[in-house]
């Protein structure tokens, strides 16, 4: 199915979805053993976000988005009880608050007994490339979700009608089709987007593979990276920079070519370490570094 046709014609989702994995609509409400896709984290990621529902600040006189799901196990049945979300987005103006103790539209949440979750927001807008002030991406809302017993998801959901989903590499995908939401319109002033979840399976190396991939490393670009394990994933910074988090992939490898970030590492000998490193969104980008400095056992 072509990207285009599918964003024209959303009573296609159903049918794509199909192709997919096992996925069925019950009450307007999908489940299936399907895990949700991951997503790029991007630059603007910023732990330690207040518990709340409500991510307009006070005063807030623009149009509200509820924003709510349910959070299933791999099994694409059992509610994710007690299970932790991280949302972030753009303001108004497109920038994120990365320096203030307002945290402005950033929020963590654990869902309830039955794996819901609920916040209440406004529509992002779409937003420059970093590196390029003349490209745009869609409009788009950030989530991490943490669960015990299931791998950590970094993902991303987009909304239906948006023009630049044709041009983004993330929409541009097939993966993104489940998270390509459509808005529904409560009333003048309020808006709502459902958007249900499927964890993956819980994956991991042993702790002692990612105690010796820890670490700094110097690229040979002249870059300067650090691994770093952060729950399920590990998390890499450029620069000091946090720019993604990578579940684990086998054969000491991290991320993959569904969220377009791979890392290959090679243990050394008296703990030493090498990566191979690379990037692929509207260009590809590969690297390849030495570890300096090891972090010590806690």
């Not at 207040?50 to 006070?58: A, D, M, S």
């Not at 654990?110 to 609920?118: A, I, P």
């Not at 979700?145 to 983004?168: E, M, N």
């Not at 808005?183 to 709502?192: D, F, G, L, P, R």
């Amino acid at each position: 199915m072509h990207r285009r046709k599918f964003i024209k014609n959303t009573s296609l989702v159903a049918i794509a979805a199909g192709t997919f994995g096992s996925i069925r609509w019950n009450d307007n409400r999908f489940i299936g053993n399907t895990a949700t896709t991951t997503d790029i984290l991007g630059p603007f990621y910023r732990p330690g976000a207040p518990f709340r529902t409500n991510l307009n600040p006070p005063g807030f006189t623009g149009s509200i988005l509820d924003l709510s799901g349910t959070i299933l196990n791999d099994d694409g049945k059992t509610p994710a009880t007690k299970c932790m979300i991280e949302i972030w987005q753009n303001q108004q103006d497109g920038f994120y608050d990365n320096i203030t103790d307002d945290f402005l539209y950033r929020a963590s949440q654990k869902t309830n007994g039955d794996g819901r979750y609920h916040f209440i927001t406004t529509l992002p807008v779409p937003e420059p490339v970093p590196e390029r002030n003349d490209v745009f991406r869609p409009a788009h809302i950030h989530l991490r979700i943490s669960s015990k017993g299931q791998q950590d998801l970094i993902t991303q959901i987009y909304f239906q009608g948006d023009p630049y989903l044709t041009t983004d590499p993330s929409t541009r995908s097939d993966l993104a089709i489940n998270r390509i939401l459509e808005i529904k319109k409560v009333n003048n002033n309020k808006n709502a987007v459902q958007f249900d979840i499927v964890l993956n399976k819980e994956y991991l190396p042993d702790d002692n593979v990612f105690y010796k991939i820890s670490g700094i490393y110097k690229m040979n670009d002249g870059s300067i990276m650090e691994f770093y394990r952060n729950g399920d994933l590990l998390f890499y910074k450029t620069n000091g920079q946090i720019w993604g988090g990578l579940s684990y992939a086998g054969n000491n490898s991290f991320g993959g070519k569904e969220n377009d970030t791979e890392a290959r590492f090679e243990l050394l000998s008296r703990g030493e370490a090498k990566v191979w490193f690379r990037f692929s969104r509207r260009r590809e980008t590969i690297i390849e570094g030495i570890k300096l400095m090891s972090y010590q056992k806690e």
